[in-house]
């Protein structure tokens, strides 16, 4: 643990819209209307799944996303209600199991 | 075709009822997510032996096929829209559910399953193993792509994940060929009745909840020794080319003005060839019959309505050329990508684009290559306005009224003239029509609600030849028999119109026939726009395709063919003002008179309700557009700009 006076809030999670080109982090939540959530776990959004940042669009909007063996193209709207694991926190368990091709 | 082993040729109805045994066919459902591979794996089963149908109301595109199993045995194929699950929320799911509980009217329950599966992403892809087994229908497994698996580096051991799944598994690859014949001895032994179903040894999960049928479809591939491909190497170096943000627009620039030239210029000789062809065809046909009804039946109404359709073969055949190649190759995706940002400014998206692009040729092309749109209201969207980009067909029209009534002159200096400007208006009046259009239609009836915008990108790959060949055959046939029929009725029902009733053993003039007395009689409705009833006749006989108002305006001036086009503009002259002139290019730019647009229209929404919809507003904006620019121009030309507003 440590005490930092740089962000006196609690800085609010990142998502996958904060990942950078090349960049890796691991799925916590899907902030979406459950049907929607369903809809991008059947595409590999998955909590405890590492998803990385690929190539985007001209403009940077829609990003494309490497997740599950495939590569999923997200609008930046969308992407941003995927939330990050925190890094720093202690690993959690891989609840969803072990992606195959991760 | 030649690695489809025993798939003789004989072409036999669909229908599971006519069977000549008189038994019903044995039925046999393929299912997979989309981009597995399942069309690829259908038309190699089936070749030709295929008919596209809608499912009963809805718009979910239904293709049936024969697979030849023994000498004198056939199998019903039913390829099944690509799904991620079995949860009923969309259409293409609700059908592929309802298809495999049975309760699909009109489709028999299947006695067996084929299920592909992309096994270079076998974790992702088993997750519909878990419904789909649950079904208890004799299953089939099949890992496609083996080739793509092998080139990189994954292996699965395909007795081990069988035993797994309870399943006979077979691993193939449907686009070279390899392991097909072993699911043809699948169908060969469900069609005999040979096959048993077996209970998995992995205990299926709880299906509703994504995660543990993911971490379930993890367990079976790990049980079953399977190693994941490395990357796809190619496909990113592509896409770091492609998606390359300076040169990935450029390459996408190219790729449309390609598309473009390629149906509006580079089918024009071929249709032009194609329409002459049919003239001589008709006229040397027409030689060898006596004149009279008969005659004047078949050539002027059946023949040169039928060929009115043929001639837009040559666009619509290039069209799928190109957009087979787009999508087979997996460059579709991409360019979707690159236009997501600009269509979604008018409330659509990416996969909009090349079918608006191609409607700049001809709509009826554009909206059957709107089936690349998933999404079913962005789809529906999409074909609502396509017909206001201005197609081909309206360009004939365009130079006619503008040749006659404005006068060239510079507007920016020696870059434009003033009738050039006034084409060119009328494009972006078209195009602004369909923003929007668009615009309204997406914040109101078709809302795409929640489900936002999700593309899977697909590795590239060749596109192959039987697949290019299959899709034109397809898409050709579809276009000839739908239009075809419509128009063929059309064409008939105009004929009878203009030469009904019979004077004396001769036809009518085409002022006193039932054609000029509806134009007499639709005359109050259009004056308002500044159109008599010659016009009116026009208007009317136009409603099969555009172009067809000048040949009409021809016959009712006394001249021969569109020839006379000099005349034909100033006999237009004293027939129009200058105001009922810009009406008469505002309503043609704004009106749905084509019937093949209407008929394509109603296949693929699948009922009369969109093309009603469609026709009605178009024709209102149409009305209430050329009633506006009637009114202005002729404001203007009493008085100052002024003075039309205030009588507006």
């Given at each position: 643990m440590q005490l930092s006076f740089r962000k006196p809030v609690a800085r609010l999670s990142r998502s996958?819209?904060?990942?950078?080109?090349?960049e890796e982090g691991v799925l916590d939540r899907l902030d979406l209307p459950k049907d929607v959530a369903r809809r991008l776990m059947e595409l590999g959004?998955?909590?405890g799944h590492r998803i990385s940042r690929a190539m985007a669009a001209p403009g940077g909007d829609p990003r494309v996303f490497r997740v599950d063996g495939s590569e999923i193209a997200l609008r930046r709207e969308t992407a941003a209600r995927l939330r990050l694991r925190d890094q720093s926190a202690p690993a959690a368990a891989d609840t969803a199991g072990v992606s195959l091709s991760a | 075709m030649s690695e489809c082993h025993g798939s003789p040729a004989g072409v036999a109805s669909?229908?599971?009822?006519?069977?000549a045994s008189g038994v019903r066919p044995h039925v046999i459902a393929i299912v997979g997510p989309p981009n597995s591979g399942k069309s690829t794996l259908f038309n190699r089963l089936t070749g030709l032996r295929q008919k596209v149908a809608n499912f009963p109301g809805v718009t979910v595109e239904q293709h049936t096929g024969r697979a030849r199993v023994e000498a004198d045995r056939e199998v019903m194929l039913v390829d099944l829209p690509g799904v991620y699950s079995l949860e009923a929320r969309s259409e293409d799911e609700r059908v592929t559910r309802d298809v495999l509980y049975g309760e699909m009217p009109g489709v028999p329950r299947p006695d067996a399953v084929l299920l592909i599966l992309d096994c270079t992403n076998l974790g992702r892809h088993l997750i519909l193993a878990a419904p789909i087994l649950s079904l208890r229908l004799p299953t089939l497994v099949i890992l496609n792509m083996a080739d793509d698996l092998a080139a990189r580096g994954g292996k699965v051991d395909v007795p081990l994940l069988a035993a797994q799944l309870g399943a006979p598994v077979a691993l193939i690859s449907a686009f070279t060929g390899e392991g097909v014949d072993r699911v043809f001895q699948y169908i060969q032994g469900t069609a005999a009745g040979r096959i048993k179903v077996k209970a998995p040894l992995m205990e299926l999960p709880v299906l509703q909840d994504i995660p543990k049928c993911r971490t379930w479809a993890a367990r079976v591939g790990e049980k079953a020794h399977y190693h994941a491909p490395a990357p796809p190497v190619w496909t990113r170096r592509l896409d770091s080319v492609f998606l390359h943000p300076l040169f990935g627009p450029l390459i996408f620039l190219v790729v449309v003005v390609a598309v473009f030239q390629t149906i509006f210029s580079g089918a024009r000789p071929i249709m032009d060839g194609l329409q002459i062809a049919i003239q001589s065809a008709g006229a040397w046909f027409g030689s060898l019959l006596p004149t009279g009804l008969v005659k004047s039946l078949l050539i002027d109404g059946v023949w040169s309505g039928v060929g009115s359709v043929v001639v837009f073969l040559p666009q619509i055949l290039l069209l799928f050329l190109f957009i087979g190649i787009l999508e087979d190759s997996g460059y579709l995706a991409r360019a979707a990508l690159i236009a997501d940002r600009t269509m979604r400014r008018f409330g659509?998206?990416?996969?909009?684009f090349i079918p608006l692009l191609s409607a700049y040729a001809c709509a009826v092309p554009a909206i059957m290559a709107t089936r690349t749109i998933e999404n079913k209201r962005d789809r529906i969207a999409t074909i609502m306005i396509a017909p206001f980009m201005t197609c081909s067909a309206r360009l004939p029209v365009y130079t006619l009224i503008i040749a006659a009534f404005i006068r060239e002159r510079p507007v920016l200096g020696p870059f434009l003239g003033s009738q050039s400007a006034a084409l060119l208006s009328l494009y972006v009046l078209g195009f602004l029509a369909a923003v929007m259009t668009a615009r309204v239609l997406k914040s109101s009836v078709l809302k795409s609600g929640q489900e936002p915008f999700m593309l899977e990108m697909p590795p590239y790959r060749w596109p192959t030849l039987t697949s290019l060949g299959l899709r034109l055959v397809d898409r050709s046939l579809i276009f000839l028999k739908r239009a075809g029929t419509v128009i063929l009725v059309v064409a008939v029902v105009l004929w009878c119109l203009a030469n009904v009733p019979y004077h004396n053993g001769h036809p009518p003039k085409i002022e006193d026939s039932v054609a000029g007395m509806i134009g007499h009689g639709i005359e109050p409705l259009i004056a308002p726009l500044g159109f008599n009833w010659k016009i009116g006749i026009g208007l009317i006989s136009s409603l099969a395709a555009r172009e067809v108002i000048i040949g009409t305006l021809g016959t009712i001036y006394g001249m021969e063919g569109t020839s006379q086009s000099v005349g034909l503009q100033q006999a237009l002259h004293s027939e129009l003002s200058l105001g009922g002139a810009v009406a008469l290019l505002v309503f043609f730019a704004f009106a749905m008179q084509c019937m093949s647009t209407m008929a394509v229209v109603r296949r693929e929404t699948g009922g009369l309700k969109w093309p009603i919809i469609q026709f009605s507003y178009m024709t209102a904006l149409a009305w209430g557009g050329g009633f506006l620019a009637y009114h202005i121009i002729r404001a203007m030309s009493a008085g100052s700009f002024l003075q039309a507003l205030f009588r507006l």
């Amino acid at each position: 643990m440590q005490l930092s006076f740089r962000k006196p809030v609690a800085r609010l999670s990142r998502s996958l819209e904060d990942l950078h080109p090349g960049e890796e982090g691991v799925l916590d939540r899907l902030d979406l209307p459950k049907d929607v959530a369903r809809r991008l776990m059947e595409l590999g959004f998955l909590p405890g799944h590492r998803i990385s940042r690929a190539m985007a669009a001209p403009g940077g909007d829609p990003r494309v996303f490497r997740v599950d063996g495939s590569e999923i193209a997200l609008r930046r709207e969308t992407a941003a209600r995927l939330r990050l694991r925190d890094q720093s926190a202690p690993a959690a368990a891989d609840t969803a199991g072990v992606s195959l091709s991760a | 075709m030649s690695e489809c082993h025993g798939s003789p040729a004989g072409v036999a109805s669909l229908d599971p009822r006519d069977d000549a045994s008189g038994v019903r066919p044995h039925v046999i459902a393929i299912v997979g997510p989309p981009n597995s591979g399942k069309s690829t794996l259908f038309n190699r089963l089936t070749g030709l032996r295929q008919k596209v149908a809608n499912f009963p109301g809805v718009t979910v595109e239904q293709h049936t096929g024969r697979a030849r199993v023994e000498a004198d045995r056939e199998v019903m194929l039913v390829d099944l829209p690509g799904v991620y699950s079995l949860e009923a929320r969309s259409e293409d799911e609700r059908v592929t559910r309802d298809v495999l509980y049975g309760e699909m009217p009109g489709v028999p329950r299947p006695d067996a399953v084929l299920l592909i599966l992309d096994c270079t992403n076998l974790g992702r892809h088993l997750i519909l193993a878990a419904p789909i087994l649950s079904l208890r229908l004799p299953t089939l497994v099949i890992l496609n792509m083996a080739d793509d698996l092998a080139a990189r580096g994954g292996k699965v051991d395909v007795p081990l994940l069988a035993a797994q799944l309870g399943a006979p598994v077979a691993l193939i690859s449907a686009f070279t060929g390899e392991g097909v014949d072993r699911v043809f001895q699948y169908i060969q032994g469900t069609a005999a009745g040979r096959i048993k179903v077996k209970a998995p040894l992995m205990e299926l999960p709880v299906l509703q909840d994504i995660p543990k049928c993911r971490t379930w479809a993890a367990r079976v591939g790990e049980k079953a020794h399977y190693h994941a491909p490395a990357p796809p190497v190619w496909t990113r170096r592509l896409d770091s080319v492609f998606l390359h943000p300076l040169f990935g627009p450029l390459i996408f620039l190219v790729v449309v003005v390609a598309v473009f030239q390629t149906i509006f210029s580079g089918a024009r000789p071929i249709m032009d060839g194609l329409q002459i062809a049919i003239q001589s065809a008709g006229a040397w046909f027409g030689s060898l019959l006596p004149t009279g009804l008969v005659k004047s039946l078949l050539i002027d109404g059946v023949w040169s309505g039928v060929g009115s359709v043929v001639v837009f073969l040559p666009q619509i055949l290039l069209l799928f050329l190109f957009i087979g190649i787009l999508e087979d190759s997996g460059y579709l995706a991409r360019a979707a990508l690159i236009a997501d940002r600009t269509m979604r400014r008018f409330g659509l998206q990416g996969k909009s684009f090349i079918p608006l692009l191609s409607a700049y040729a001809c709509a009826v092309p554009a909206i059957m290559a709107t089936r690349t749109i998933e999404n079913k209201r962005d789809r529906i969207a999409t074909i609502m306005i396509a017909p206001f980009m201005t197609c081909s067909a309206r360009l004939p029209v365009y130079t006619l009224i503008i040749a006659a009534f404005i006068r060239e002159r510079p507007v920016l200096g020696p870059f434009l003239g003033s009738q050039s400007a006034a084409l060119l208006s009328l494009y972006v009046l078209g195009f602004l029509a369909a923003v929007m259009t668009a615009r309204v239609l997406k914040s109101s009836v078709l809302k795409s609600g929640q489900e936002p915008f999700m593309l899977e990108m697909p590795p590239y790959r060749w596109p192959t030849l039987t697949s290019l060949g299959l899709r034109l055959v397809d898409r050709s046939l579809i276009f000839l028999k739908r239009a075809g029929t419509v128009i063929l009725v059309v064409a008939v029902v105009l004929w009878c119109l203009a030469n009904v009733p019979y004077h004396n053993g001769h036809p009518p003039k085409i002022e006193d026939s039932v054609a000029g007395m509806i134009g007499h009689g639709i005359e109050p409705l259009i004056a308002p726009l500044g159109f008599n009833w010659k016009i009116g006749i026009g208007l009317i006989s136009s409603l099969a395709a555009r172009e067809v108002i000048i040949g009409t305006l021809g016959t009712i001036y006394g001249m021969e063919g569109t020839s006379q086009s000099v005349g034909l503009q100033q006999a237009l002259h004293s027939e129009l003002s200058l105001g009922g002139a810009v009406a008469l290019l505002v309503f043609f730019a704004f009106a749905m008179q084509c019937m093949s647009t209407m008929a394509v229209v109603r296949r693929e929404t699948g009922g009369l309700k969109w093309p009603i919809i469609q026709f009605s507003y178009m024709t209102a904006l149409a009305w209430g557009g050329g009633f506006l620019a009637y009114h202005i121009i002729r404001a203007m030309s009493a008085g100052s700009f002024l003075q039309a507003l205030f009588r507006l």
